[in-house]
């Protein structure tokens, strides 16, 4: 199965060029939708936020 044929990720519908790697503009802003609630992770041990600050801080400087 190419790249071509491969459905959408979201609705399993044929995918438009203009909306790649979706079949519609619904379908991009459904996805997105579920990055902004947190649905989508990246697999790993949970942040500690206060380490977090501290790698920023030092960034900055």
Avoid: N
Wanted: charged share 35%; glycine share 2%; net charge neutral.
């Amino acid at each position: 199965m190419t790249s071509s044929t491969k459905p959408c990720p979201i609705c399993r519908k044929p995918r438009r060029p203009e909306h790649h790697p979706f079949c519609s503009q619904r379908c991009r802003d459904r996805d997105l939708a579920r990055w902004f609630s947190d649905s989508y992770a990246v697999p790993g041990p949970p942040a500690d936020p206060e380490e977090v600050a501290r790698e920023d801080w030092r960034e900055q400087d």
